[in-house]
């Protein structure tokens, strides 16, 4: 599976960005997809996971009740709607794809896409 992230850019504090990342391969539809960040000078984390078929999801409490993960299993893509930005959000992001259930722990994820950067200005 290879994975392209996009969708970054930058975004005035309280404004919105919708990521994407569209995967390749005809068995998107069978793993299970992440999305994680990484901050200059701190570790990647966790922010939101989505099962396979869309009903599970799992999120960062840093992000719950302002960011939304989806995906459309018929375009091979996976969503992160973003809204109510905070200048602590800016990082790259990246998604990922895990063949299990859904898991917070990256090093559990089989695939990555590359970053894409989101700027949020206060």
């Known amino acids: 599976v290879q994975l392209q992230a996009s969708g970054g850019g930058l975004v005035q504090a309280g404004g919105s960005l919708r990521l994407s990342c569209a995967a390749s391969g005809r068995t998107f539809s069978s793993y299970s997809m992440g999305w994680f960040r990484q901050a200059p000078g701190k570790e990647r984390e966790f922010v939101a996971a989505i099962s396979w078929g869309g009903v599970g999801t799992n999120y960062a409490d840093s992000v719950k009740g302002r960011f939304t993960i989806f995906r459309d299993n018929a375009r091979n893509t996976v969503y992160l709607q973003m809204n109510g930005l905070k200048p602590e959000d800016t990082a790259v992001y990246s998604c990922?794809?895990?063949?299990?259930?859904?898991?917070?722990?990256?090093?559990?994820?089989?695939?990555w896409g590359q970053g894409t950067q989101v700027t949020v200005s206060s």
């Open positions: 990922a794809a895990e063949r299990g259930g859904i898991t917070t722990r990256d090093k559990e994820y089989d695939y």
